[in-house]
Structure formats: structure tokens, C-alpha cells
């Protein structure tokens, strides 16, 4: 007969530790709520809208990109 879950999921804890790693929590947005497709798209056109706005975002990407050496190193 296998050992209860409780016992499986205790053992699988402590290796997990003795290898020296701790369990973390961490809590997402649910995907699954009515409205979550909705808000994506709004908090989007916010972004895009003062990404619009902002006439220096573009130098300042070039800038960057230009310094991770992704510009013309193909």
C-alpha cells in the first residue's frame, strides 16, 4: 500500500530542503475572473497611449538597444 499523501508531500518537503531550497508562496492574478481579458487590454492602451506621448522613448530605447550591443551586429 503507498505511503498516505501527506507523508509523500512531507518527504518531498524535506528533500527539497536538504538540497537548499524553501518553499515560496506566490500569488498571480486568476486568469480565469470575468473581466481579467478586459483589464489586460485597457491597462495596454494606457501604456501604449504614454508610450505615444513620450517623445524621447524612442532615443532612449535606441540608446539601449545600441548598448546591449543589438544594433547592426548581425
Known amino acids: 500500500m503507498p505511503a498516505p499523501i501527506n507523508q509523500r508531500v512531507q518527504k518531498h518537503r524535506d ?3 536538504a538540497a537548499g531550497l524553501r518553499p515560496v508562496q506566490i500569488w ?4 480565469r475572473q470575468p473581466g481579467f481579458a478586459a ?3 485597457r491597462q495596454a492602451r494606457l501604456v501604449a497611449l504614454a508610450d505615444a ?3 524621447d522613448l524612442d532615443a532612449f530605447m ?3 538597444l545600441a548598448d ?3 544594433e547592426g551586429d548581425a
Open 53 to 55: 506621448s513620450d517623445p
Open 39 to 41: 483589464e489586460c487590454r
Open 62 to 64: 535606441d540608446a539601449a
Open 68 to 70: 546591449m550591443g543589438g
Open 15 to 17: 528533500a527539497m530542503r
Open 28 to 31: 498571480v492574478p486568476d486568469t
